[in-house]
């Protein structure tokens, strides 16, 4: 399913299939800053709704925490530069 514009989509829907799509290089490079001034001030996607200011940032410092683990030990691996 598809999210556009506080719309649901099925694959029924789309006029074009994942073969359609093309290919892309992925990027060595990741920019990455801590969360610790993110917050949740409008709504931009439906995943925000209801969240305005209530961010968890304990919870964001955490994840973020994770992904960069995730990142580094792709670069330790040669994956990333």
Known sequence: MTFIQNKVYSSEN????IDDVPSRVE???VLMTTPDYFDIIDVKNPHMEGNTGRLDK??????WLAIKSIYQRL???????
């Open 14 to 17: 789309l006029n074009f299939s």
């Open 27 to 29: 990027p060595k490079k």
């Open 58 to 63: 304990a919870k964001a410092r955490e994840q």
């Open 75 to 81: 670069a330790d691996q040669g994956v990333l530069e």
